[in-house]
């Protein structure tokens, strides 16, 4: 009973002590408010799989009614900022110099082999750089020529059929939307950040500074160091992560389909991997500059690539598919992404979690275990 | 003269103080390489063996003909067959396909009747650019088996068709355009976190101050300090080069000489912005809190992995400030579209600036802030 008092003392010193340290020196504050409210604000507006206005060139050699109606296709596509060359020269200078992204060749034979012999061609080129983009982009030409042959064959009363149509529906994302996806992603890599830089300099700083010795010879645990370092700025990341939650929902329009109470709860289980990891790389390195190096590294470009934000995980070889099952954004990432957008899938949520609470301890026991108290 | 031998001592006394602890020393080698390995392989777009699963209520052989055409394409793995409409939701839900594939039990007997046969496909949209790559891929396959079937039946097919020719990289490998802004990506992380903590460190342990009363002049410490970052900087590049061309296999067209004009330029500029985070900064944690804001806005809005072109207008406005932005279009440039000086002019001169007037101002920062 004594004994637990006396811990509970030394525990609150330890806090106060610590959250005194946040208040004196604004950057911890900085680092969990203004951080994640610049970054989502860039990032929930800037980073985006959604082509629009694709510079096009249309190369049309004999303009007649035909070809125009099908240039006026581009034209009112939303996808499409089109632009009218003369000559296929003209637009592969174009395409070259980066002007425009694609071009739609209608040759002079055109309308002759589609009203005589049924066996026009179309030649697409498109800049094949990034591979994504172009992709992306010839399907929505694909898009755009299959609305106007259907038109074009009704116009005509020619019997044109499709022997097998595909009609796709896409769940949880009807209107494919990229930022639904990306913006419960970003939270993920965004607050891995977070909490690892919070924590990841603030045992190192106390053994550069020479204040860790002045610490040992009070009767505080090693143990309730690290606690006492972590609950402040707990409160401080949780409180980072609820304003990113609420941009997501009122900012980006992000429909939340799950529980709040669920991702409040992962959240939080997340937060304490994220801070758990910085205090490990803390209690590692022993000087800032390591420490600082050791979380750039191991925190925001694995979260970033790693983690199935962007990339998709099943789609990458066998071993790198293993390596991401040490990366934490990775199952947050399917958390957030599962509540946000397709509800409380209870599987989903409870194994990802399961595998955070996994790390968590795996972080704070191996930080609790690097800590011990002595001088080397 | 005097000055090279006074500018010289620093860099060494610089670059000696990076590379003569051990953890240091391993912090700027391991990481980058294992990291391109990893990243290069991960950081793809392409789909490889996607699960997906088959309901179909049909017994015809077109319906599995297309089937056999998903299934035996290098995209999709075909997981499992399903034969209750109620096994479709959970599948779905818990992510073990990604989509599921529905023919209903009149699909063969429309076909042959020339009806139109419908093939309806569920994705999930969780991840909504897998989804519409997905939809791409099977839309290319129903096209094949379209075309195929026509011929087969004496049908005629579309009277106009669509051939597209992807230039620069006709397979469209998105390892070709990731691994290329890898490059660019390690070289700046490294740079930007070695001269970010250069400065700080010395005002943390009060060696600042020496080294402005040494016969050092401002200039001559700006110039010191920025060596060792462009040093490491363009070794660990050219590593990085070496490995793009050889272990990733990636072409490389254009001129080398305009690739070594970018990577200097580009290593200046993120040098010049270390040095300005590290003048500003009072203690590292400040330098990294510094580096890290401006590396990770760098990087996720300088086109590495979406394209800056769909970024509303202001956006594409602040990215103009990202070194990285006009490298990756060098590099990319320069590997794969074959670019040389002149095409790339326009990205140089930013970078120049960038990096002149972040050194100009950390060498004013230098004098004018003081340690407190």
Not at chain 1, 233 to 259: E, N, T
Not at chain 1, 298 to 324: C, K, N, R, Y
Not at chain 2, 284 to 290: D, K, P, R, S
Request: charged share 15%; net charge positive; glycine share 8%.
């Amino acid at each position: 009973m004594k004994a637990s008092a006396g811990s509970r003392m030394r525990l609150c010193g330890m806090i106060r002590k610590e959250s005194l340290q946040i208040l004196r020196d604004p950057s911890s504050i900085a680092i969990a408010f203004v951080m994640p409210l610049v970054l989502l604000l860039l990032f929930g507006y800037g980073v985006s799989l959604d082509a629009k206005h694709i510079p096009l060139a249309i190369v049309v050699e004999q303009p007649d009614a035909t070809s125009t109606s099908l240039t006026g296709a581009f034209r009112r596509s939303d996808y499409f900022t089109p632009r009218n060359f003369d000559s296929i020269q003209a637009a592969q200078q174009a395409l070259d110099a980066h002007e425009v992204y694609g071009i739609v060749w209608l040759r002079s034979d055109f309308s002759r082999h589609l009203l005589a012999r049924g066996d026009a061609r179309i030649g697409v080129v498109l800049n094949g750089v990034d591979a994504n983009q172009a992709r992306i982009t010839a399907g929505y030409i694909q898009g755009v020529w299959q609305a106007w042959l259907l038109g074009y064959a009704q116009t005509q009363g020619v019997e044109f059929r499709v022997p097998v149509r595909l009609e796709p529906r896409i769940w949880f994302n009807a209107a494919v939307r990229s930022r639904d996806f990306l913006v419960p992603g970003l939270i993920a890599v965004i607050m891995t950040l977070i909490g690892a830089m919070l924590t990841s300099m603030v045992v190192a700083r106390e053994w550069e500074r020479g204040t860790m010795e002045a610490l040992m010879v009070t009767p505080i645990r090693i143990g309730e160091i690290l606690v006492g370092k972590l609950v402040p700025y707990f409160v401080l990341g949780m409180g980072g992560m609820l304003q990113s939650v609420g941009m997501a929902l009122w900012l980006f329009d992000v429909p939340l389909r799950g529980s709040f109470w669920a991702l409040s709860a992962a959240s939080a289980l997340f937060m304490m991997v994220a801070l758990g990891m910085g205090l490990l790389i803390s209690t590692v390195a022993r000087s800032q500059f390591v420490a600082g190096q050791i979380s750039i590294v191991v925190t925001f470009l694995p979260a970033f690539i790693l983690s199935g934000f962007i990339f998709q995980i099943g789609s990458m070889p066998e071993p790198i598919q293993l390596v991401t099952h040490l990366i934490p954004a990775r199952y947050f990432v399917a958390i957030s992404q599962t509540l946000f957008l397709a509800g409380n899938i209870w599987p989903i949520v409870l194994s990802n979690s399961a595998a955070l609470l996994v790390m968590m301890l795996i972080f704070l026991g191996l930080a609790r275990r690097n800590a011990r108290k002595r001088l080397d | 003269m005097e000055a090279l031998r006074r500018i010289v001592a620093l860099a060494a006394k610089e670059l000696l103080v990076i590379l003569k602890d051990k953890k240091s020393r391993f912090v700027l080698i391991a990481p980058p390489i294992v990291q391109l390995i990893v990243f290069g392989y991960a950081a793809t777009f392409d789909l490889n063996d996607i699960p997906f699963a088959v309901y179909n209520q049909d017994r015809g052989a077109a319906s599995r003909e297309l089937i056999a055409r998903v299934a035996g394409s290098p995209h999709f793995h075909r997981l499992a067959d399903l034969d209750h409409e109620q096994q479709i939701a959970p599948l779905l839900d818990n992510k073990e396909v990604l989509m599921v594939m529905r023919l209903g039990p009149r699909f063969s007997a429309d076909l042959q009747r020339k009806r139109n046969a419908q093939a309806q496909l569920l994705i999930d949209g969780r991840n909504s650019n897998t989804a519409l790559l997905a939809l791409g891929y099977l839309r290319t396959i129903v096209a094949d088996f379209n075309a195929d079937w026509a011929k087969q039946n004496g049908l005629p097919g579309p009277p106009a068709q669509l051939q597209v020719r992807p230039w620069f990289n006709a397979s469209l490998l998105s390892s070709w355009f990731v691994v290329p802004g890898i490059v660019g990506l390690l070289t700046l992380v490294i740079t930007t976190i070695v001269t970010a903590l250069s400065v700080a460190r010395e005002r943390e342990a009060g060696t600042f101050d020496q080294l402005l009363v040494t016969p050092l002049r401002p200039i001559e410490i700006l110039i010191g300090k920025s060596v060792p970052g462009i040093l490491i900087g363009l070794v660990e590049g050219s590593f990085i080069l070496l490995m793009t061309v050889y272990w990733f296999e990636v072409p490389l067209r254009g001129s080398i000489g305009a690739l070594y004009l970018g990577m200097s330029l580009f290593l200046l500029s993120a040098v010049g912005i270390g040095l300005m985070i590290s003048s500003l900064a009072v203690t590292q944690q400040q330098g990294i809190l510094g580096a890290f804001l401006f590396l990770v806005p760098s990087v996720l809005l300088s086109g590495f992995a979406t394209p800056i072109s769909n970024m509303p207008e202001v956006v594409q406005y602040i990215t103009l400030a990202s070194p990285l932005r006009y490298f990756l279009v060098i590099i990319r440039g320069v590997f794969l579209e074959g670019d040389s000086y002149a095409l790339l002019f326009d990205q140089y001169w930013p970078m120049a600036i960038i990096g002149a007037v972040n050194l100009t101002l950390a060498g004013w920062l230098f004098r004018h802030r003081m340690s407190y």
